[in-house]
């Protein structure tokens, strides 16, 4: 499998995310705690070294899982988590951005992960705020987490949900080493922030690759272009949208999710896939990219 480097780390570029192992609307048990189990070991036994995850899917659920499939780790594993958010009791996403925010749940995942340093945290920023807080400053947030790396709990900081100039201000605050935003086939409009990453020898970590799990969100699965392409290859659907991202540019690290061992299966195969330029503009001309709402 290709790698591409991860701050100080190499990784191979088809990782796992963690977010679909908890239950539905990521919050609660998984719907079969024996298959999340599976997958993960699978996930590590067939090169993934590059686990994506955070303390508020479940809330507890997906870190507690990894903690229990895989902790001893295997030293090369790089573990990212993101902060910036939490759950409320109906499973609601509330932004919790202050610095000691922050700086807690960084804690919280180096004691449910049972590590003394996570391989990179992304800072993920929201449009929205907290009820009965005022707004925190982009710059006082990046600062929280250079100190966090400062202090040998995080190796790399990363930051997810940015626009270009936040990508430009966390680049020149805190020599970021990743950026997730959403990307896929169905959406391409975070395609300047991709390219400003390649150009830095950042990662980018597309969120959303398949275009998520969300009810509301088109599916590349359900494309019709890439069905017809996938057909044409005797490959899948999903294959076809990871292979298309894999060969879009060199610094893309893959996190897709599943709660199911034969689409993790799928999905690790895709770095036998090549897709020729032909298919690729035969995917890119049938689409019309829309950006993603969630
Ligand atoms: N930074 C952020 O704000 C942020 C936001 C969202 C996600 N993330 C991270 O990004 C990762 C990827 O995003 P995501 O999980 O939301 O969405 P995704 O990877 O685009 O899609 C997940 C959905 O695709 C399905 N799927 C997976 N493999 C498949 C296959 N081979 N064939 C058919 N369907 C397949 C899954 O269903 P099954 O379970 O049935 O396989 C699930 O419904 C997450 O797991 C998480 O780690 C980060």
Redesign the pocket.
């Known amino acids: 499998m290709d790698s591409y480097r991860l701050g100080q780390f190499s990784v191979n570029r088809i990782g796992f995310?963690?977010?679909?192992l908890p239950g539905p609307r990521v919050m609660g048990p998984p719907r079969d705690h024996d298959e999340a189990i599976a997958i993960l070991r699978r996930a590590v036994e067939w090169g993934v070294n590059h686990i994506?995850?955070a303390q508020f899917y479940g809330p507890d659920v997906a870190n507690d899982l990894i903690r229990e499939a895989l902790h001893p780790y295997p030293d090369d594993l790089v573990l990212v988590s993101?902060v910036g958010a939490f759950r409320d009791a109906a499973g609601g996403w509330l932004p919790g951005q202050r610095p000691d925010q922050l700086r807690s749940a960084v804690e919280d995942n180096l004691r449910s992960l049972g590590v003394e340093r996570l391989g990179a945290v992304?800072l993920?920023l929201h449009e929205g705020r907290a009820p009965g807080e005022e707004p925190v400053r982009l710059e006082d947030q990046l600062a929280e987490m250079v100190a966090l790396r400062d202090e040998g709990k995080i190796a790399g900081v990363g930051i997810?949900?940015a626009t270009l100039d936040q990508v430009r201000q966390a680049i020149e605050q805190a020599d970021i080493v990743c950026v997730?935003n959403a990307f896929?086939l169905l959406d391409r409009s975070d395609a300047d922030v991709l390219d400003l990453c390649a150009e830095r020898g950042i990662a980018y970590v597309p969120?959303?690759?398949?275009?998520?799990?969300f009810p509301n969100t088109p599916k590349v699965?359900d494309n019709a272009a890439v069905r017809d392409v996938a057909e044409r290859l005797g490959v899948?659907p999903?294959?076809v949208g990871l292979a298309w991202l894999l060969g879009y540019r060199e610094n893309i690290l893959l996190?897709?999710?599943?709660?199911?061992l034969s689409?993790l299966e799928?999905?690790l195969a895709v770095a036998g896939i090549h897709l020729t330029d032909a298919d690729v503009a035969e995917l890119e001309a049938g689409i019309e990219p829309e950006p993603t709402v969630e």
């Open positions: 995310g963690a977010m679909q994506d995850t993101k992304n993920r997810s949900t997730q896929s969120y959303f690759p398949l275009g998520s799990a699965v899948t999903a294959q996190i897709p999710g599943t709660s199911r689409h799928e999905n």
